[in-house]
């Protein structure tokens, strides 16, 4: 059952929805779209890749990026920019990557890829599947 609503609660929700629609009407409907949203209608992204890098214990770490080669140096350098499992684990190897397109699909390839064991994965790395054919593997549509 609800409880009756006191005069505050009502006014704090009028706020609340004032606010929302302020910043709504703000954002799209008085302004046109800002630039990089205009990209992303029009379909000018940046394709997504998926990686997977290979460390001195011959573990394997996956990752995704817009530009691998970028990322990889990134890693490399052991800065600020390095994922934190790299740090201590280098030299490093790129051994596999391949174009996914969406930054969803790319992100959901990487969370299957670390669901798999490790036979699984050491067996993707040496066949190195074309993108239809590692979704496919993965289950993804």
């Given at each position: 059952?609800?409880?009756?609503?006191?005069?505050?609660?009502?006014?704090?929700?009028i706020v609340c929805v004032w606010r929302v629609e302020r910043r709504y009407e703000k954002t799209f409907v008085n302004k046109s779209f800002p630039e990089p949203f205009?990209?992303?209608l029009t379909g000018d992204m940046k394709p997504w890749f998926f990686?997977?890098?290979?460390?001195?214990l011959n573990s394997l770490?996956?990752?995704?990026?817009?530009?691998?080669?970028?990322?990889?140096?990134e890693h490399c350098a052991g800065g600020k920019k390095t994922?934190?499992?790299?740090?201590?684990?280098?030299?490093?190897n790129l051994v596999y990557q391949v174009r996914?397109?969406?930054?969803?699909?790319?992100?959901?390839?990487?969370?299957?890829?670390?669901?798999?064991?490790?036979?699984k994965k050491e067996n993707l790395v040496i066949a190195k599947p074309r993108v239809h054919q590692l979704l496919k593997i993965l289950k993804i549509e």
């Open positions: 059952m609800r409880r009756p609503t006191t005069h505050k609660s009502v006014k704090r929700e205009q990209k992303t990686y997977l890098i290979r460390t001195r770490y996956a990752g995704v990026s817009t530009d691998v080669t970028r990322r990889f140096q994922a934190k499992y790299l740090r201590s684990k280098m030299p490093l996914i397109g969406s930054h969803r699909q790319a992100l959901q390839v990487e969370f299957r890829f670390r669901k798999l064991s490790k036979q």
